[in-house]
T-cell receptor, first 119, second 116 residues
Framework: GAVVSQHPSRVICKSGTSVKIECRSLDFQATTMFWYRQFPKKSLMLMAT?????????EQGVEKDKFLINHASLTLSTLTVTSAHPEDSSFYICSARDQGGQGAIQPQHFGDGTRLSIL | AQKITQTQPGMFVQEKEAVTLDCTYD???????LFWYKQPSSGEMIFLIYQGSYDQQNATEGRYSLNFQKARKSANLVISASQLGDSAMYFC?????????????FGQGTELSVKP
């Protein structure tokens, strides 16, 4: 089945560092990918929709200059947390949907997530 | 506004028994899809089952079935014959647009614990 690969799975770094997270669709093309943030025992909150070849669409309250998204190809989207601080520590998950087929029927496939810890 | 609500923060079930996880939704859009995902402690999101707003029959996938009551706007997940490996967070989600950019909105989640 469709697989989404997310890397790295865990990052621990110092405050002020920028961190890049990659999300790849391995066996399908994804013109649209989604980035979520999740706190422990909480729901997934959509941060932004990543569009191949164009600017990402950010949800209300998400700082686009803080969370840079690039979707340079049909199989790769990246999220860069710039100048990360301890409050950015969280679980970040990407998701993509196989574009081959009708809209709502296709389930979204998720990466395994990245646990980001800023010291 | 579109909204998904899961009112059970935590649930306990005895192994081999059935359990129902509640989910209600709110939308004025006639076209939508409802999904259930399982998230073990390791973090990955596992797709379980899907129900389309125009589907006449309730969806079933192995031990999972979706009790879809459109008039009540509810889409409860029923897990039959619970297993210890079913212990996890469960999320109900809705996608509105039939278009390719439709966003998936999640409920608050229910933590299921299966007792031996």
């Amino acid at each position: 089945g469709a697989v989404v690969s997310q890397h790295p799975s865990r990052v621990i770094c110092k405050s002020g560092t920028s961190v890049k997270i990659e999300c790849r669709s391995l066996d399908f093309q994804a013109t649209t990918m989604f980035w979520y943030r999740q706190f422990p025992k909480k729901s997934l909150m959509l941060m932004a929709t990543s569009n191949e070849g164009s600017k990402a669409t950010y949800e209300q309250g998400v700082e686009k200059d803080k969370f840079l998204i690039n979707h340079a190809s049909l199989t790769l989207s990246t999220l860069t947390v710039t100048s990360a601080h301890p409050e950015d520590s969280s679980f970040y998950i990407c998701s993509a949907r196989d574009q081959g087929g009708q809209g709502a029927i296709q389930p979204q496939h998720f990466g395994d997530g990245t646990r980001l810890s800023i010291l | 506004a579109q909204k998904i609500t899961q009112t059970q923060p935590g649930m306990f079930v005895q192994e081999k028994e059935a359990v129902t996880l509640d989910c209600t939704y709110d939308t004025s859009d006639p076209s939508y899809g409802l999904f259930w995902y399982k998230q073990p402690s390791s973090g990955e999101m596992i797709f379980l089952i899907y129900q389309g707003s125009y589907d006449q029959q309730n969806a079933t996938e192995g031990r999972y079935s979706l009790n879809f009551q459109k008039a009540r706007k509810s889409a409860n997940l029923v897990i039959s014959a619970s297993q210890l490996g079913d212990s996890a967070m469960y999320f109900c989600a809705m996608r509105l647009s039939l278009g390719r950019g439709g966003k998936l909105i999640f409920g608050q989640g229910t933590e299921l614990s299966v007792k031996p």
